[in-house]
């Protein structure tokens, strides 16, 4: 992005309005390359940076499968406006799709500071702590879940992990057959697959009888 804008002539405003209405079309219609090109034309066309737009840059620079961009684009927005939580949100996002756990987790508990009530937020950072061994972090985010949405199956699977870490095979076993019992199929595939997956520290579980309780629920 051109750093001279301020020896720039001001944008007409009718050019604006045309990049505006492009970007949007492009963007209704998933046509990302088209919004990519017409929202880093308005980006340069401004006289400053525009957090809202270098938001909306990174999001579907992300739609393209284009992570390190898109995580250069919502920094760009964060510099642009420290306060843009969902340019926060979705920087940690990408941290966290690019595998980088730690600078996940810890962009997570500083969007957690300015949004406590989000628990899509709090689900994640319990998952990157689990990941990291943090197992009293993950617990304890676990737990403000549980007050946030306790009959969620995301909630109740990521509780039957935060168990079977800490050696609770009782709670584990019972939240796991929670979450066999729920209609979701990619929450069962994620608790079978926590199930059969041991790591150093993880307890054995009943897996025919969490099966059974599963299979029962579901005639």
């Not at 209609?183 to 041991?198: C, D, F, I, Q």
Request: aromatic share 4%.
């Amino acid at each position: 992005m051109n750093a001279d804008r301020t020896s720039r002539r001001p944008p007409a405003r009718g050019d604006l309005d045309r990049l505006a209405a492009a970007a949007q079309g492009a963007i209704a219609e998933a046509r990302w390359a088209e919004a990519e090109a017409a929202l880093r034309s308005l980006i340069e066309a401004l006289p400053a940076p525009q957090a809202s737009l270098l938001y909306n840059l990174g999001l579907v620079v992300k739609r393209q499968g284009r992570l390190e961009a898109a995580l250069a684009a919502f920094d760009a927005a964060l510099a642009a406006d420290p306060g843009h939580a969902k340019a926060a949100f979705e920087r940690a996002a990408a941290l966290m799709d690019l595998e980088d756990h730690a600078a996940a987790y810890e962009g997570f508990l500083a969007y957690l500071e300015a949004a406590p009530e989000d628990p899509d937020a709090r689900l994640n950072a319990a998952r990157l702590a689990l990941r990291l061994g943090l197992v009293a972090a993950a617990a304890a985010q676990a737990e403000a879940l549980e007050r946030q949405r306790p009959e969620d199956p995301s909630t109740v699977l990521l509780l039957a992990e935060v168990a079977a870490e800490r050696g609770d095979q009782e709670t584990a076993g019972r939240n796991f057959a929670a979450v066999l019992r729920s209609g979701s199929p990619e929450l069962r595939a994620a608790a079978l697959a926590a199930m059969t997956h041991r790591p150093k520290g993880r307890i054995p579980l009943a897996l025919d009888r969490l099966l059974d309780a599963g299979d029962q629920s579901a005639r």
